[in-house]
């Protein structure tokens, strides 16, 4: 019998802390540990920095890291397969909900997409499948996208989605590492997303963070929504949400994580 994966919303924070962190890495061996106990079949991830109009699903038979400009020392090493029979899968659950979508067998993962990966399964050649988002950043088209697919879960198939809860790259300190403390605002926004996640006796999740769009705070707390969108993703692919990880890069870049059973 497969195993159901959780869905995963990670806020991924900068490539620097990413390899300079050692406090990070020890924060994802936790989570994996404590959340990711049976090892998935497969991972489809979703990250704030790929856009298309039309969805794009990776097709490549390996996967390693987009060359994005960074300097070599954020260069990782991380390389892994790819699942070209699960990504025309995919495109077909999309197209058949109405999405057009098609596979991609050149892009490789952008950072958003690796530092989740590299540092949870570091060394685990586990097949990773990367989705776009469209252009429209439509978190009511991105819902139906995973609504789509939701039925994989139940095929020891991960989900991610790859953003960040607060994303304001004009209000960060930059090289300000995790000890300094956020804006009030920054908090505020943080804290009211884990008490929506956090009640499960009204609408579904993935509604209540679409009604999160209109909220006073969520335009200083993102002034574009790509690194929110991964979290509609993920809440919409499941259940019953947990925080499994708070925390702030760089003063205002929230690392907060949640699960979704």
């Known amino acids: 019998m497969k195993v159901k994966q959780p869905s995963l919303f ?11 962190s050692e406090q990070l890495k020890k924060d994802f061996e936790q989570l994996r540990k404590e959340h990711l106990t049976v090892l998935p079949d497969a991972i489809v991830i979703l990250s704030g920095h790929w856009q298309t109009e ?3 699903v990776t097709s490549n038979s390996t996967m390693v890291q987009l ?10 090493n991380y390389k892994t397969i790819g699942n070209p029979e699960l990504s025309n ?3 077909s659950l999309l197209n058949t909900a ?8 050149k892009r490789e993962l952008d950072h958003g997409a690796l530092i989740p990966l590299m540092l949870l399964f570091p ?3 586990i097949p990773v499948i990367q989705i776009s988002q469209n252009t429209s950043l439509d978190p009511i088209y991105h819902r139906k996208m995973a609504e789509a697919l939701k039925e994989l879960r139940k095929e020891n198939i991960l989900f991610i989605g790859s953003g ?10 930059r090289f300000g590492g995790h000890q300094l403390m956020p804006d009030h605002w920054a908090k505020a926004f943080d804290d009211l997303i884990t008490k929506k996640l956090s009640d499960d006796r009204e609408e579904a999740y993935s509604q209540k963070m679409i009604d999160v769009y209109k909220n006073e705070l969520f335009d200083i707390s993102h002034p574009t929504p790509e690194h929110f969108l991964p979290l509609v993703f993920a809440s ?15 003063k205002n870049l929230s690392m907060s994580a949640f699960m979704f059973e």
Do not use: M
Request: hydrophobic share 35%; no cysteine; charged share 25%.
């Open 54 to 56: 039309n969805i794009s």
């Open 236 to 250: 919409a692919l499941g259940d019953k949400a947990t925080k499994i990880h708070e925390g702030f890069q760089w």
């Open 164 to 173: 960040g809860l607060v994303h304001n790259t004009s209000q960060i300190e």
């Open 89 to 91: 899968r995919i495109v």
């Open 67 to 76: 060359d994005e400009g960074f300097p070599l020392e954020f260069q990782s």
């Open 98 to 105: 109405g999405i057009e979508a098609s596979t991609e067998s």
């Open 123 to 125: 060394k685990d050649k």
């Open 10 to 20: 990670i806020s991924h924070g900068t490539i620097y802390e990413a390899f300079k």
